[in-house]
């Protein structure tokens, strides 16, 4: 069973920078492909950010956070960060990391396992 656990989340003012991990376990994850979600009160669960664990390190991301976020990964730690800079209240959400076996997509049904998520709050 594929466990992900994220962390890192935290208050932090406008203007700063948070990074966030997702440690997963339970798996081979070579083959799968990792996302970044988030989920603001009252909204659906984003898309941010997607890498696959193995070969080339092609990162896909949604418009509204080229240039302030980026995924990467740590093969050796079994580990995907998502480093957000310039936050935004609005950016204050329950961030969640999860994994799939297909090719990284901007949809949830696409991501087989999931964490429990992390709170970011962004004070103006």
């Known amino acids: 069973q594929v466990q992900l656990v994220e962390s890192g989340g935290g208050l932090v003012q406008a203007g700063g920078s948070l990074r966030l991990s997702c440690a997963a376990s339970?798996?081979?994850?070579?083959?799968?492909?990792m996302g970044w979600f988030r989920r603001a009160p009252g909204k659906e669960r984003n898309f941010l950010a997607a890498?696959?664990?193995?070969?080339?390190?092609?990162?896909y991301y949604a418009d509204f956070v080229k240039g302030r976020f980026t995924i990467s990964r740590d093969n050796a730690k079994n580990t995907v960060y998502l480093q957000m800079n310039s936050l935004k209240p609005e950016d204050t959400a329950v961030y969640y990391c999860?994994?799939?076996?297909?090719?990284?997509?901007?949809?949830?049904?696409?991501?087989?396992?999931w964490g429990q998520g992390t709170q970011v709050t962004v004070s103006s």
């Open positions: 999860a994994a799939t076996t297909t090719f990284p997509s901007i949809r949830t049904a696409e991501y087989n396992f």
């Open positions: 339970g798996g081979t994850f070579r083959n799968y492909a």
């Open positions: 890498i696959v664990w193995g070969g080339e390190r092609t990162a």
